[in-house]
T-cell receptor, first 112, second 111 residues
Framework: DAGVTQSPTHLIKTRGQQVTLRCSPKSGHDTVSWYQQALGQGPQFIFQYYEEEERQRGNFPDRFSGHQFPNYSSELNVNALLLGDSALYLCASSRDRDTEAFFGQGTRLTVV | DAKTTQPTSMDCAEGRAANLPCNHS???????VYWYRQIHSQGPQYIIH???NNETNEMASLIITEDRKSSTLILPHATLRDTAVYYCIVLPSGNTGKLIFGQGTTLQVKP
């Protein structure tokens, strides 16, 4: 079992550009959540997808959007990148309403 | 917003027990206490959770006070690989997995 895999591992983008991050959940998991972790801070919840729908959303602007595919994999899209979007983006998967979430290694996004 | 309070940092000698406290004085009757840790440059890792009884697994023990207003995570024999940020999180039963992380406790295990 490969666990939760995220791609790419590192990414550098220019302010104003758009970015897409990808996540493959752990085998048997149908729920995917995304988190943003700024340097020195705890992860902040962005949103969660279940059955290809956004089920919950944190306090993030509409520039942050996502998608879940029938195979449960997910994408996080960020438009009009700001310098402040530089962070580690983490994907977590779980079985619906299960108590334990499994995290990927994250994608380190740097906006210059 | 995080509903827990943890010390910013702690040290522990290798081989000794590490006791990490967490205050959650506003916890509700249906809320569980969860612990995750994050080793540098990795994603968070689930450790243990409990409601009101003490819990133990292969990684750690969780002691919850009778009034449920605080808890302690115990790593019985800390190793250098246990150096990490430890997060205490409260979640209601049936929660869909939205984890609210605070600042956590940075545990430094020293040789």
């Amino acid at each position: 079992d490969a666990g939760v895999t995220q791609s790419p591992t590192h990414l550098i983008k220019t302010r104003g550009q758009q970015v897409t991050l990808r996540c493959s959940p752990k085998s048997g998991h149908d729920t995917v959540s995304w988190y943003q972790q700024a340097l020195g801070q705890g992860p902040q919840f962005i949103f969660q997808y279940y059955e290809e729908e956004e089920r919950q959303r944190g306090n993030f602007p509409d520039r942050f959007s996502g998608h879940q595919f029938p195979n449960y994999s997910s994408e996080l899209n960020v438009n009009a990148l700001l310098l402040g979007d530089s962070a580690l983006y983490l994907c977590a998967s779980s079985r619906d309403r299960d108590t334990e979430a499994f995290f990927g290694q994250g994608t380190r996004l740097t906006v210059v | 917003d995080a509903k827990t309070t943890q010390p910013t940092s702690m040290d522990c000698a290798e081989g000794r027990a590490a006791n990490l406290p967490c205050n959650h004085s506003t916890i509700s009757g249906n809320e569980y206490v969860y612990w995750y840790r994050q080793i540098h440059s990795q994603g968070p890792q689930y450790i243990i959770h409990g409601l009101k009884n003490n819990e133990t697994n292969e990684m750690a023990s969780l002691i919850i006070t009778e009034d449920r207003k605080s808890s302690t995570l115990i790593l019985p024999h800390a190793t250098l690989r246990d150096t990490a940020v430890y997060y205490c999180i409260v979640l209601p039963s049936g929660n869909t997995g939205k984890l609210i992380f605070g600042q956590g406790t940075t545990l430094q295990v020293k040789p």
